[in-house]
């Protein structure tokens, strides 16, 4: 061996003669399933005597499960839920049969904690809203008129919550 060292130099791999593959266009992912939004159980006595803030305490406890508050677009569509479960009604909140109109419905849902008084307060605002096109009565005066009929109110809600949800609500 003689005292020369060699210098190797690196190696280059030539391209390769196959063309590049094109990346496989990316799919946008599928949107979250919306939860189906049903009428809840007709709340027993106790839960309707029992004053809200001691729910909630009872909650903090965890003594109670209450029930997870709806956006406005969902409680609109729990709203008519409640109304093809429990049945309409014009002129009162609560019919001696069981039987509500929306105000009632939405009485029923705030009181057993399925909306918040805010989230409420919204769902009223896009129903007023909708019935600005035709209207100045408020949602529960139109409600009760005599030639209100339940697929009319059914559009109402209907459009209503759409909307919501087109505002992300």
């Not at 003669?17 to 946008?28: C, E, F, L, Y």
């Not at 305490?57 to 499960?65: E, R």
């Not at 409640?82 to 009485?107: H, K, N």
Request: with cysteine; proline share 12%.
């Amino acid at each position: 061996m003689s005292g020369r060292h060699t210098i190797t130099e690196p190696r280059t791999v030539s391209p390769s003669a196959a063309p590049a593959r094109a990346p496989h266009p990316t799919t946008p992912p599928a949107p979250a399933p919306q939860p189906v939004i049903t009428a809840p159980d007709w709340p027993s006595r106790w839960h309707l005597l029992i004053p809200t803030s001691l729910r909630n305490t009872a909650a903090n406890l965890g003594l109670w499960q209450n029930p997870t508050p709806l956006k406005p677009s969902d409680h609109l569509t729990q709203t008519l839920a409640v109304l093809e479960r429990y049945g309409w009604c014009r002129s009162l909140d609560f019919s001696p049969t069981g039987r509500m109109c929306i105000r009632g419905a939405q009485t029923l849902l705030e009181r057993t904690g399925h909306v918040t008084p805010t989230s409420r307060a919204r769902a009223v605002d896009y129903m007023q809203h909708t019935l600005s096109k035709v209207t100045d009565l408020p949602f529960y005066a139109w409600n009760d008129l005599p030639q209100r009929t339940f697929p009319q109110v059914k559009h109402l809600i209907t459009t209503s919550a759409t909307h919501a949800r087109t505002n992300g609500e």
